[in-house]
């Protein structure tokens, strides 16, 4: 069977100058083939640069696209993957502090949370909310929103927007569960259900128009 295509973008939020062309090299390398960034200023890092790519390739090709670009010092960037009907879709965010963060995303942004990662976050919390808060903060990648979102904000003026909002620690997310758990807990409820959470304030994974 034919590994399906998949498609998505690159968002380099903030990049050295000098690192551009290995940034490129890069992303060539996981493609398979030669590509241009259109760099442009990144007026809230004055001397760097940054660019959004849109890239097409077999899915599996934006975690392909984080590897090779992750591990640079100052280098802030995202990669998205849109899921297909035989693979899911995926979002890495990059900063020089916290590293990468990967999650799995739905046909519309949603960040979604297995059922694994689901338990496993509420053992660790032992039953005290701000714990439980504090470990799904970590699994939604709350810090590398936060840090990412004033880069994000300057490239509004892009050909690319904003489509979808994710929250913060408590933001649209789809948790995926298929064994019963404590819904006065976490609000969930049995079966292989959508778990939709309040949206505090508007986090933002960027699609294609």
């Not at 590293?99 to 990662?117: K, M």
Request: glycine residues 10%.
């Amino acid at each position: 069977m034919a590994t399906p295509q998949a498609r998505g973008v690159i968002y380099v939020h903030s990049a050295p100058r000098a690192l551009c062309p290995h940034l490129e090299w890069a992303a060539g390398r996981a493609l398979g083939r030669a590509v241009n960034f259109e760099w442009i200023e990144q007026p809230v890092l004055p001397g760097s640069r940054r660019a959004d790519f849109f890239w097409e390739g077999p899915a599996g090709t934006g975690a392909a696209l984080a590897t090779a670009m992750r591990g640079w010092e100052h280098l802030r960037f995202e990669v998205t993957e849109d899921p297909t009907p035989r693979s899911d879709g995926g979002r890495w965010m990059h900063t020089p502090d916290l590293g990468i963060h990967y999650a799995q995303t739905d046909t519309v942004g949603n960040l979604v949370i297995g059922e694994d990662r689901l338990l496993a976050a509420m053992e660790l919390a032992a039953g005290d909310f701000r714990a439980l808060e504090r470990e799904m903060s970590l699994v939604l990648g709350t810090a590398w929103d936060d840090e990412l979102e004033p880069f994000r904000n300057a490239g509004d003026d892009s050909a690319i927007v904003w489509l979808h909002k994710v929250g913060q620690a408590w933001g649209n997310v789809r948790a995926v569960c298929r064994t019963p758990i404590d819904s006065d807990r976490i609000g969930a409820t049995t079966g292989r259900r959508q778990v939709n959470t309040p949206a505090p304030g508007p986090r933002s994974p960027r699609l294609m128009r």
